[in-house]
């Protein structure tokens, strides 16, 4: 069974940094891709970032290109993102997932719990 638990997260203010952690079960860390999404209010849920297992190739949404960092500690079956240069646009629930590509498209496909992250003005 695929499992992803995540933590870190909070207030932050603005450009601040923030680091979320995402551990994921045996097989879930074994998947095609590990990525997170965020979903703002009134929003729907979008792609950040995603890391590919077998060269650990990562991707980015343009929003967050050059301030968020995706890694993975094979040894530890974990997935961060770095968050840094936080703007209040940022603020969002943060969601990690098993991904896979289709196409050009990067689709959850099994999800951790979502936590929130809030960054001041």
């Known amino acids: 069974q695929e499992q992803l638990v995540e933590s870190g997260g909070g207030l932050v203010q603005a450009g601040g940094s923030v680091r979320r952690s995402c551990a994921a079960s045996?097989?879930?860390?074994?998947?095609?891709?590990l990525g997170w999404f965020r979903q703002a209010p009134g929003k729907e849920r979008g792609f950040i970032a995603a890391i590919r297992r077998s060269d650990s190739t990562t991707y980015y949404a343009d929003s967050v290109k050059g301030r968020f960092t995706i890694s993975r500690d094979n040894a530890k079956n974990m997935v961060y993102l770095q968050m840094n240069s936080l703007k209040p646009e940022d603020t969002a629930v943060y969601y990690c997932a098993v991904v896979i590509l289709t196409g050009t498209n990067w689709i959850g496909v099994n999800w951790g719990q979502g936590t929130q992250v809030t960054v001041s003005s």
């Open positions: 045996g097989r879930a860390f074994s998947s095609y891709g």
